[in-house]
């Protein structure tokens, strides 16, 4: 065997080794490991004392690590979207607190620290080792705080001066197989303004979790002690990996496929360009409202038709999707909290995923008889979920060919609990910054304000001009306006437009 062969395999057995929470380290003693429980046979010993001088280098390269195992669904076809964009820094989630009084910056300093020591997912690395993708846990370490000076800015210039500093940070992205995957940085505004970048990788986080790291960290920088939270990302990637196999996988595949296999997945988007063969990752950010008094109507038609807003959101935006594409039968992911044990409540980690759903339009059909329809088949699909790259490997292999550029939009609503910014008694506010780029051809968002609903819509700059998301989504408020104040008119094929 050449040494090159000897050393592929010694990082295989590494992955392995990871997957399974094999947990070493380098002693002066040699090469020491821990594990659960009936993991290391006399087979696997014996492997690890074949290569363990290899694995001495790797384990001493890769430096300790807390715990170990697989990565969930979500996160999997998270880092394969990431893998494949030009735009890494479009995967960040950037968060910037203006702060108005007495920062306590060493007390900052500590949150930060703690805050990691208590949400591991913040402290993960994802590395790739022989083909194996796994999370590794490290130490709790300190977070750096550097801090930026623009106290001698103008006034007149320092809004401009923050924005930018802001968007600089915004936009490096993660190495995923270093870690940890959280960044802060502080800017020094004046003698009681400041300036608190956060950033994370969306890969060990999502909206929900946003609010809880806002939570703690005001917690924790009041001095308060919190202990870690019952569950942790790791844990729920294990406990994924175990519900989905077996006679309940068998089932559940059973019933997507007789679902989707013949579902027509690409959309015929009237694009100001044609999709290159790989999106760049390239784009722009479309914002539009919904405002509080439509938003009043859509509730109101809700109760009357006994569904939920989130159900006459969508099955407006199917409707618009429709008429948009002149296409009838329509699969579109929406989003779904996917936290489905009360422990997982409180865990900082990226949980969220898709749920697809297949609607056929009817165009003489009245439209609180679709938004009745639209909510059944909601709740049908949630009951019956499946991690949605694993649903798009199970319709690659019944034979759909369009699961190749599935999804192309998905529909999100954020119905997650509040960002609250607070540090103690300070002012504080909350601004979420641009990060550039975009992750599917267009994605639609909305996110409750002000008694409304905001509208954000990335999109792909190789294919869409910011000119035409802006008409589509005024013909979306438009189209929700006018199906929420009618009674039970069904739609026309000359309204549809299609």
């Not at 002690?225 to 077996?246: C, H, I, K």
């Not at 360009?273 to 539009?288: C, K």
Request: hydrophobic content about 45%.
């Amino acid at each position: 065997m050449t040494r090159a062969q000897q050393e592929h395999e010694a990082v295989e057995l590494l992955g392995r080794l990871r997957l399974a929470d094999v947990r070493m380290s380098v002693t002066a003693a040699g090469l020491g490991y821990d594990a659960p429980a009936g993991v290391v046979d006399d087979a696997l010993l014996a492997e690890m004392a074949r290569h363990k001088a290899a694995l001495t280098a790797l384990v001493a390269e890769g430096g300790p690590v807390e715990a170990s195992g697989p990565v969930a669904w979500g996160q999997r076809r998270s880092i394969g979207r990431l893998e494949a964009t030009s735009e890494p820094a479009s995967f960040n989630i950037a968060m910037a607190l203006s702060i108005t009084g007495d920062l306590d910056v060493p007390a900052l300093r500590r949150a930060l620290t703690l805050l990691t020591a208590r949400h591991a997912g913040l402290r993960t690395r994802l590395a790739r080792h022989g083909g194996h993708l796994v999370q590794e846990v490290l130490a709790t370490d300190r977070i750096p705080l550097p801090i930026t000076d623009l106290t001698g800015v103008a006034p007149e210039e320092r809004d401009a001066a923050v924005d930018a500093w802001r968007r600089e940070g915004a936009r490096v992205p993660f190495p995923l197989g270093e870690g940890p995957l959280l960044r802060a940085a502080l800017a020094e505004i004046g003698p009681r303004d400041w300036d608190l970048l956060i950033l994370v990788q969306h890969t060990v986080s999502d909206a929900w979790s946003n609010s809880t790291m806002l939570r703690d960290l005001n917690e924790l920088y009041r001095g308060g002690v919190l202990y870690p939270p019952q569950a942790d990302l790791l844990g729920f990637a294990r406990w994924e990996s175990e519900r989905y196999q077996g006679p309940r996988l068998s089932a559940l595949r059973a019933w997507w496929t007789d679902l989707l296999a013949d579902a027509p997945l690409t959309l015929p988007l009237p694009a100001d360009r044609p999709r290159p063969p790989q999106l760049s990752g390239r784009g722009g950010l479309h914002e539009f409202l919904v405002p509080a008094w439509l938003a009043d109507q859509v509730r109101a038609f809700a109760d009357t038709a006994g569904a939920t807003e989130f159900a006459v959101l969508f099955a407006a935006f199917l409707e618009w999707l429709g008429d948009l594409t002149g296409q009838d039968d329509l699969t579109v992911p929406v989003n779904y909290a996917n936290r489905p044990r009360s422990e997982y409540e409180d865990v900082v980690g990226f949980f969220v995923d898709n749920v697809a759903v297949r609607i056929e339009l009817d165009d003489a059909e009245p439209f609180e008889a679709l938004v009745r329809r639209v909510g059944a088949a909601l709740f049908e699909n949630v009951d019956r979920f499946v991690p949605f790259g694993m649903l798009t490997e199970m319709l690659r292999e019944a034979g759909n060919e369009g699961v190749a550029v599935f999804p192309q939009v998905p529909f999100v609503v954020l119905n997650t609990p509040p960002m609250d910014p607070a540090l103690g008694d300070l002012d504080v506010t909350l601004t979420l910054v641009p990060t550039g780029g975009a992750k599917m051809e267009f994605s639609f968002i909305l996110e409750p304000e002000d008694g409304g609903w905001h509208g954000f819509i990335p999109y792909q700059s190789d294919m869409f001009d910011a000119g035409t998301l802006a008409d589509w989504c005024a013909g979306y408020v438009d189209l929700l306006e006018r199906r929420t104040a009618e009674d039970t008119a069904g739609r026309t094929a000359g309204e549809a437009g299609r």
